[in-house]
């Protein structure tokens, strides 16, 4: 089982719709990265946190360290939110490494 | 401010072959990590410089080795190159930890023949 798992790993919506995307995690983390990859491959990371809820727009992070997991969402969903969105954590124990989920690949359709 | 840069941005090599790469971290960043992502296997943690040292390792075989310069900028490389190395191999820069955000550079795709 991987530490990282995110669900769903596909996610098709209308414009303007609500989208969640949820990571669970197995481990001890220092922090969790919430990453956006376009294709082409570049990455923008979009948070880090490590309690707590963040907003950045229409994108929100929340994270729930005792059941070890968080969502992010995106409200208002816009044809160019299409991407895939990765979540990472940040291990309390060489906290340095990054170890990924397998990416959640989201695709908005006017 | 520049961002993360990588190069080359694509690459082919031949089987059994080496490679170098190089990523020039953000102005004041001292910590360089390098990724490598498949389609299989998704995103992997290969190493962490910080201050010309290397801080952590993944699970990688010997052939995959880097090393930091004093102005921190970063070099891997890839000796006798594997079909399975064909990948987009990512560097990111970070102030000292990952609790400082990362910055992730374009890429390298590597096409290994």
């Known amino acids: 089982k991987n530490e990282v798992e995110q669900s769903p790993q596909n996610l098709t919506a209308q414009e303007g719709e609500f989208i969640t995307i949820n990571c669970s995690y197995s481990?001890?983390?220092?922090?969790l990265h919430w990453l956006q990859q376009h294709p082409g491959g570049g990455i923008v990371s979009l948070f880090m946190l490590s309690s707590g809820k963040k907003k950045h727009g229409r994108l929100i992070a929340t994270i729930n360290i005792q059941e070890k997991h968080s969502s992010l969402h995106i409200t208002a969903s816009h044809p160019r939110d299409s991407a895939v969105y990765i979540c990472?954590?940040?291990?309390?124990?060489?906290?340095?490494?990054?170890?990924f989920g397998q990416g959640t690949r989201l695709t908005i359709n006017p | 401010k520049a961002g993360v840069t990588q190069t080359p941005r694509y690459l082919i090599k031949t089987r059994g072959q080496q490679v170098t790469l190089s990523c020039s971290p953000i102005s004041g960043h001292r910590s360089v990590s390098w990724y490598q992502q498949t389609p299989g296997q998704g995103l992997q943690f290969l190493f962490e410089?910080?201050?010309?040292?290397?801080?952590n390792k993944g699970n990688f075989p010997g052939r995959f080795s880097g090393r930091q310069f004093s102005n921190s900028r970063s070099e891997m490389n890839v000796s006798t190159l594997e079909l399975g190395d064909s990948a987009l191999y990512l560097c990111a820069s970070s102030l000292q930890t990952a609790n400082y955000g990362y910055t992730f550079g374009s890429g390298t795709r590597l096409t290994v023949v």
């Open positions: 410089y910080f201050s010309e040292t290397q801080r």
């Open positions: 990472a954590v940040s291990l309390i124990q060489g906290a340095q490494k990054l170890v």
């Open positions: 481990v001890g983390i220092s922090a």
